[in-house]
């Protein structure tokens, strides 16, 4: 090797230990844990951030509700203090994201399954209890339907009123408050409530077979003639409204529904009521895993992260009869629960499981 090859190499290494150097102190400028994501997983990233505050000497980490969806495009954003060290979902990272956070740095990341949720179809305790289908509510919200007459023809949504839906609903007008794109609960309603009642007409399930594009945008596609309304990433907001506006449904995780059960109720959907035992054996059909996920290149370098992962995945907060199921969080079960412990203490990451 030349001098001169010898000397760019010396230089080139430099940089990089430099450029090495100058992330970490980035990273060290912030003292706090920051925490992005899903308007669902907020209440209970809340409470074990406050409570991690008071009990340790680490300062309480900022939590911000920006939906799922939204809380993965900052964590994925890079690596550095000005980027989220963990970011809360109501659904599984997608592989796009996966792929996203690769391209800018984020190659090392720690999936934790807290628990589970149940997301609600409800209304006010002013009207009476709806009882659906998931058959109803595709018809109700889809952007795209099958024509009345049975023939296997696509048509605009159609329906103004429940009655129109089902007879046996009530004759009035179809009103839904429910969370934009960006929410893991939109994403997660749309698949499992609004994809179960799409897949009910056979044609439409065969379409699975031969054009997946086709068959996700009629079954996951919402009508946007103001039947729904996007009510962003507020939840609160949500139940406001209901209690405003006896006729309107709202869509929200089971811990809105328990935290505000004097105000609204929870819907029967496919014969079962959104309880805490129906949403743990998996009777009730719209239920759904809850996460959050962590920058290993952040831990040892913004202080307390591994500290706040224990606490999280302590025994007081997510066991059985820990604070996070006071707080309407469906527990895992013991065996399910010991592997996130693990996960999270051994910090496994995606790529490792």
């Known amino acids: 090797m ?10 080139l290494t430099g940089a990089a230990v430099l450029a090495s150097v100058m992330s970490v102190a980035a990273h060290a400028e912030r003292d706090y844990i920051s925490i992005v994501g899903s308007s669902t997983v907020y209440p209970f990233s809340t409470v074990v951030a406050e409570r991690f505050g008071k009990s340790t000497d680490f300062r309480t980490p900022k939590v911000e509700s920006t939906g799922s969806g939204g809380g993965l495009k900052l964590f994925c954003s890079g690596v550095g203090g000005a980027t989220p060290d963990i970011t809360n979902a109501s659904r599984a990272i997608k592989p796009s994201e996966v792929e996203l956070c690769a391209q800018n740095g984020v190659k090392d990341i720690v999936e934790i399954t807290i628990g589970f949720d149940g997301i609600t179809f409800a209304n006010s305790h002013e009207a009476e209890q709806m009882s659906v289908t998931l058959k109803d509510l595709y ?3 889809a952007k795209v339907v099958p024509a009345a007459d049975g023939s296997e023809t696509l048509v605009d ?3 103004k009123t429940w009655k129109d839906v089902n007879p046996a609903l009530p004759n009035k007008k179809i009103e839904v408050l429910g969370p934009p794109p960006t929410s893991g609960t939109r994403d997660a309603f749309a698949e499992l409530a609004m994809e179960g009642g799409c897949k009910t007409f056979p044609f439409i399930k065969e379409m699975k077979k031969t054009d ?21 990433e507020n939840d609160n907001l949500i139940v406001q409204k209901l209690v405003a506006n006896p006729d309107a449904f709202g869509i929200f995780g089971y811990s809105f529904l328990e935290e505000n059960e004097d105000k609204v109720q929870g819907a029967v959907v496919n014969g079962k009521i959104p309880t805490f035992d129906n949403i743990s054996d998996g009777s009730y059909p719209i239920s759904r895993s809850l996460f959050f996920y962590v ?3 952040h831990v040892g370098v913004i202080p307390g992260i591994k500290e706040y992962l224990a606490e999280f995945t302590s025994e007081r907060a997510m066991g059985e009869d820990g604070y996070l199921s006071e707080k309407g969080m469906i527990p895992l079960t013991e065996e399910a629960y010991k592997k996130q412990v693990k996960v999270a203490k051994d910090l496994i990451t995606l790529s490792a499981k």
């Open 2 to 11: 030349t001098k001169e090859a010898i000397m760019k190499k010396a230089l």
């Open 139 to 141: 018809l109700a919200l």
């Open 157 to 159: 949504n159609p329906y």
């Open 212 to 232: 997946k594009n086709k068959y996700k945008a009629v079954c996951h596609g919402v009508r946007e003639d103001g039947a729904y309304i996007e009510a962003g």
């Open 295 to 297: 920058k290993k290149a």
